[in-house]
């Protein structure tokens, strides 16, 4: 049996942020980590940027971006589902963040390429995710925390809304797996959702769910959730609903992270394994279309779509790490995907017929869209008629879950009878639902990893500490 | 490639993912490019999430650390000495233990065998053991040799890859003030990971010891060469003399240099070290070690009987550094800093 006086599950950002700032005010902390070493930091290990507040530029980020205007994006993209009073703290507090990283050792760039929009908002981390992880493990370290790879918590103590111990399990993935018994005078669930949980996606999927690709950790298996919402802490967030965008089809099942993303949807037309067309691929710009697409081929059979662009478009968007498949003919290039040939054919004849337009520019809603087909593309429609012909494969990909933990403005989880809990507390993506009810904003998750991550920290340190 | 093409979230560590980024495909002297411009700080390795154990198993430096010893054989002048390149530590140890040897010998056989144990600090004495015109043509035709063959090897290079039009003066000072500052040795900020995710300076000052104490006994040679030749005065020169104190302050450089670089090595992560065991790294940190170590000795000891046999291992080794240098780890260096003017020149025509 060890003892400390803050016990966190999860070393990601937000669990190492609730680390670093408990330790920092005096407490002895203790991290578990699901994850072996190698695989530590959960989803921040593929994340690149964090959304911040500030009234000015200051030299990477390219202009101001006021509380102001971020609480309309917010709103814009959640439609309104947000408790407003942690919204609020979330996007105050952001403005807090970049000195904050900074003094914990986290270096920013400029910018990536293609992601131009993002220089004025968001915060790139120099090397990304990983790299401001081995930076915060750093800082916890040198602060004396004491962090365990490899161990699951297995089940919590919790009586009447308090916070006794963990059981943990240690080298849980090994032949010889130990386990031990952590007491705490605080517990901070920090441990991430569900969305690596097939079983639990099929819930609200069906079978569906077992051709999703999960775009990070194999570890967010929302056991840590699980527990909490069975000894009676209040949930927030529908518990159906996932982020879910349209990657690469070839993707690992996990892990594939951002070289999965596929640009190529506003270029060509997306078939079902049928051959049909099933949305408009003009739309709007893919980045705020790419999570409506996760959906859609959820929606088709075999949870499938393929992109079918030609010669014209190959070099116009970023290189996918899978090379498409290639083919001189349509009727080549069906029998490569196995689409059936002549449906596909009869679709892009159609297609090529329908487009009218002649002003193509894919960086503005130019006047190339199709008439007299269901449904339309209403921009960046020109025929798909000059060979090579290519096609890549687009499949559901899972980045996280809604479902989560309710708090209150300290972190403090609320039970489900309305009542504060004694001493448990949530930060990251297991609480991320309190502010981000549906939608999602670029870089958001982080900004409440960290906001929420320092503020569990403070207030665990300060109840055990006073 | 592609996996770093299609993520690019090392693009702010170094040189070399903007570079990659300006090509869609990589051809190969495109790559032997890349792979010089790869200065091997790790941190695009540590900060990778698609490293190992991800099933990718990127590992950029490592590739690019075989790559980087390969392209030394392939630009290397005359070719059918690039064979060289492979064993290298060997090959080098045999032609500095054979230059050695010849020294030794041809001071018993040339002049009488006594010189060997000879001692002397007054002016002319290294030249009684070995004729001053004897010693110039030697190290000169020598040196002028590894010139030759540096030059046209560097030429290969850089024809090799395409470029448009040729490098401006401004791009060479970019270049030359980022290989004197070993900017991209930082990991963009955070310092060199040559051991492990946490940064450090360790080889960064290691290096800066053994290039900037090499420039200074290079600095020490040349004023040896103008007293001699403008001002008459013969070697051995007294302490406050330039070429006494360049020398020494050099020589420190490439004692402490070399040695931190040789710990560094040690103690660095397999990540970051070529798979092939060519043994060049060590064989000319050992030879410029060997340098330092001989000449200050000589410095040290001569005005002792030592002298004779401590001149003759020292003109051995450093006759063995010039011959092995186009055929060693010292083009590193070249090839580098080609590479970064290349770097300085296409990012300077990308932002036009």
């Known amino acids: 049996m060890t003892r400390f006086h803050v016990v966190i599950a999860g070393g990601g950002n937000a669990g190492l942020c609730a680390a670093i700032t408990a330790a920092s005010a005096g407490a002895t ?33 390219t202009g101001p971006y006021p509380v102001e205007e971020y609480m309309e994006d917010l709103l814009r993209v959640t439609a309104g589902n947000t408790n407003q009073e942690l919204a609020t703290i979330t996007l105050e507090r952001s ?28 915060a790139f981390f120099l090397g990304g995710g990983r790299s401001m992880l081995n930076a915060l493990y750093r800082t916890a370290e040198s602060l004396g925390v004491v962090i365990h790879y490899d161990a699951k918590v297995t089940s919590l103590d919790i009586q009447d809304g308090v916070f006794n111990s963990a059981t943990v399990t240690h080298g849980w993935q090994s032949d010889s797996p130990e386990e031990s018994t952590i007491e705490g005078r605080a517990f901070i669930a920090a441990a991430g959702g569900f969305e690596a949980n097939i079983e639990w996606l099929k819930e609200a999927w069906g079978t569906a769910a077992e051709n999703f690709l999960i775009r990070g950790t194999p570890y967010n298996r929302g056991e840590v959730l699980r527990q909490l919402l069975d000894a009676g802490v209040a949930s927030v967030g529908d518990s159906k609903q996932c982020h879910a965008v349209a990657i690469d089809g070839r993707a690992p099942k996990f892990d594939g992270g951002i070289v999965t993303r596929l640009d190529c949807v506003p270029f060509g037309v997306v078939l079902n394994a049928h051959g049909q067309r099933f949305y408009d691929e003009g739309e709007d710009f893919w980045p705020k279309r790419y999570a409506i697409w996760g959906r859609l081929v959820a929606a088709q059979p075999d949870q499938v779509g393929h992109v079918i662009i030609d010669s014209k478009s190959i070099d116009l968007f970023m290189p996918s790490v899978f090379p498409p498949l290639k083919a001189d003919t349509l009727e080549e290039l069906a029998q490569l995907t196995g689409l059936p040939a002549d449906a596909m054919v009869q679709t892009i004849d159609a297609f090529n017929h329908a487009c009218q337009g002649a002003n193509f520019d894919h960086t503005e809603y130019d ?13 960046w429609a020109r025929p798909i008629d000059k060979p090579p012909f290519y096609a890549y494969t687009l499949r559901p990909g899972i980045t996280f879950t809604y479902l989560g933990v309710k708090i209150d403005s300290n972190a403090r989880m609320i039970m489900a009878n309305g009542r504060n809990s004694g001493n448990l507390y949530a930060a990251g993506e297991i609480m991320a639902g309190n502010v981000l009810g549906q939608g999602y904003l670029a870089g958001i998750g982080m900004t409440i990893g960290s906001v929420f991550g320092r503020i569990a920290g403070e207030s665990a340190a300060n109840a055990v500490l006073n | 490639m592609g996996v770093c093409n299609a993520c690019r979230y090392c693009e702010g560590l170094c040189a070399v993912f903007p570079a990659m980024e300006l090509r869609r495909q990589l051809s190969g002297p495109d790559v032997d490019y890349l792979a010089n411009l790869c200065h091997s700080c790790g941190a695009c390795y540590f900060d990778c999430q698609y490293a190992e154990p991800h099933e990718f198993a990127i590992g950029v430096p490592t ?18 000495l690039a064979p060289l390149f492979e064993r290298n530590g060997l090959w080098v140890a045999l032609i500095t233990a054979f230059s050695v040897t010849v020294f030794v010998l041809g001071f018993i056989l040339f002049s009488n065998p006594g010189v060997l144990f000879a001692s002397g600090s007054e002016e002319g004495a ?13 190290f000169g035709s020598v040196f002028l040799y590894s010139i ?25 000072w970019q270049a030359t003030r980022d290989a004197a500052k070993l900017r991209n040795l930082e990991g963009g900020g955070m310092g060199c990971m040559h051991k492990s995710e946490t940064p450090s300076n360790a080889r960064r000052v290691a290096h800066h010891f053994t290039f900037y104490g090499f420039l200074l006994c290079l600095a020490s040679t040349s004023t040896a060469t103008v007293m001699h030749y403008l001002f008459g005065v013969q070697a051995p020169y007294p302490w406050w003399s330039p070429t006494v104190i360049l020398g020494v302050l050099g020589g420190i450089g490439l004692i402490l240099g070399p040695i931190g670089l040789l710990g560094v090595k040690k103690g660095s992560h397999s990540a970051l070290r ?3 065991g060519s043994g060049m790294d060590v064989a000319f940190l050992v030879m410029l070690l060997a340098t330092s170590v001989t000449g200050l000795l000589l410095l040290f000891f001569r005005a002792t009987p030592a002298m004779g046999i401590l001149l003759a291992i020292h003109l051995g080794v450093v006759f063995a ?23 300085a020149h296409e990012q300077a025509g990308d932002k036009q």
């Open chain 2, 126 to 138: 290294f030249y009684r053991a070995m004729p001053h015109n004897t010693m110039a043509g030697l």
């Open chain 1, 95 to 122: 403005k807090e963040l970049w000195d904050y990283l900074a003094e914990q050792g986290v270096h920013y760039q400029p910018s990536l390429g293609g992601t131009l929009s993002l220089g004025r908002t968001n």
């Open chain 2, 274 to 276: 070529p798979v092939s």
């Open chain 2, 148 to 172: 030759i063959a540096m030059v046209l090897s560097v030429r290969k290079f850089w024809r090799a890859s395409e470029s448009q039009g040729s490098a401006s003066w401004r791009s060479i």
């Open chain 2, 63 to 80: 590739v690019l650390a075989d790559l980087r010893e390969e392209s030394y054989a392939r630009y290397a002048w005359p070719g059918f």
């Open chain 1, 29 to 61: 902390v203790c991290v578990i980590e699901a994850a072996p070493k190698g695989w530590r930091g959960g989803n921040t290990r593929h994340t690149r940027n964090m959304r911040v507040a500030h009234d000015e530029g200051n030299g990477i980020l």
């Open chain 1, 367 to 379: 006047d190339c869209h199709t008439v007299g087909i269901e449904p339309a593309k209403t921009h």
């Open chain 2, 321 to 343: 550094l010039f011959l092995t240098m186009p055929y060693g780890k010292f083009v590193h260096g070249l090839y580098r800093y080609v590479s970064l003017v290349r770097h």
